[in-house]
């Protein structure tokens, strides 16, 4: 939408506000995005919790951190 107002020095300025359809349409995209990212992120974790841990001697005295299972 846009509105037009007689500015000060006596010219026109245009202004552009979104629609309530646009806002609601913004608000759902943003909504979608957020609801992807979490289960995006929360599959990658999964997946680095389902991955086997390296064996061998030197990786287990290395000092790297390992949560417990």
């Known amino acids: 939408m846009v509105r037009t107002y007689q500015a000060e020095h ?17 608000s759902r ?3 979608l995005a957020v609801i ?3 289960a995006v992120s929360a599959g ?3 997946h680095f919790n389902d ?3 390296p064996s ?8 790297v951190y ?3 299972r």
């Open 29 to 31: 995209l943003t909504a």
């Open 44 to 46: 990658l974790l999964q």
């Open 10 to 26: 006596g010219g026109l300025v245009f202004e552009s506000a979104l629609t309530r359809r646009q806002k609601t349409l913004r």
């Open 56 to 63: 061998g001697s030197a990786a287990q005295s290395s000092g």
């Open 66 to 68: 390992s949560a417990a």
């Open 51 to 53: 991955s086997p841990a």
């Open 36 to 38: 992807v990212a979490v």
